[in-house]
């Protein structure tokens, strides 16, 4: 069965750089979520779309920005980077019916140097 | 202010034995939970949920119990595999009433399960 997709898996960036992370959500997924999964913590929710528009948001840094696009993949735009951002990003989809219940891609691992 | 709590860090089982683990709550709000099971590498892959009007939930080897009055809700896995051997994570989401069902999750307890 198809899953979430998210590319890069791992990006190396120097700070005060840009990177941008890019999220596939399952086939006819509505909703997706980012989360930032911080060394030894547990995942923190960062925003969410649905139906193109942001649902919900949650700690991210003014620095960051994402959208999600008309064929439901979305972007996290992440700018002037520092040190404190490296971590795990997550993404999730889900879909009308049954929004509880998310399915998490395999994660980009962000390292800021 | 952690609202999930998964206080033990680590637990180790034996292989064939029952694996249980334990997750508290602070906010009443909360009306699902999920549990996760996670990889190295990988991401966080769903394994079983309980709505709050139940108070079980069971699929094969899995089974959830939510105590409300309690706030707590455990994950018993029996019996136990090798290959169960990763960090669990207890997450929970409020539905009533909302438009998004963004997750709070626990800080995970890593499951060792030995041969």
């Known amino acids: 069965a198809a899953g979430v997709i998210q590319s890069p898996r791992h990006l190396i960036k120097e700070k005060r750089e840009t990177a941008t992370l890019k999220c596939y959500p399952i086939?006819?997924?509505?909703?997706v979520y980012w989360y930032q999964q911080g060394p030894g913590q547990d995942p923190q929710f960062l925003i969410s779309f649905y139906e193109k528009m942001q649902s919900d948001k949650g700690s991210i840094p003014d620095r960051f920005s994402a959208q999600q696009f008309s064929d439901y993949h979305s972007e996290l735009n992440m700018s002037s980077l520092e040190l404190g951002d490296s971590a795990l990003y997550f993404c999730?989809?889900?879909?009308?019916?049954?929004?509880?219940?998310?399915?998490f891609g395999p994660g980009t691992r962000l390292l800021v140097l | 202010d952690q609202q999930v709590k998964q206080n033990s860090p680590s637990l180790s089982v034996q292989e064939g034995r029952i694996s249980i683990l334990n997750c508290d709550y602070t906010n009443s709000m909360f009306d699902y939970f999920l549990w996760y099971k996670k990889y190295p590498a990988e991401g966080p892959t769903f394994l079983i949920s309980i709505s709050s009007i139940k108070d079980k939930n069971e699929d094969g080897r899995f089974t959830v119990f939510l105590n409300k009055s309690a706030k707590h809700l455990s994950l018993h896995i029996v019996p136990s595999q090798p290959g169960d051997s990763a960090v669990y994570f207890c997450a929970a989401s409020v539905r009533r009433g909302g438009s998004n069902y963004k997750l709070t999750f626990g800080k995970g307890t890593l499951l060792t399960v030995n041969p």
């Open positions: 086939p006819r997924h509505d909703t």
């Open positions: 999730a989809s889900s879909f009308l019916g049954q929004e509880e219940t998310q399915y």
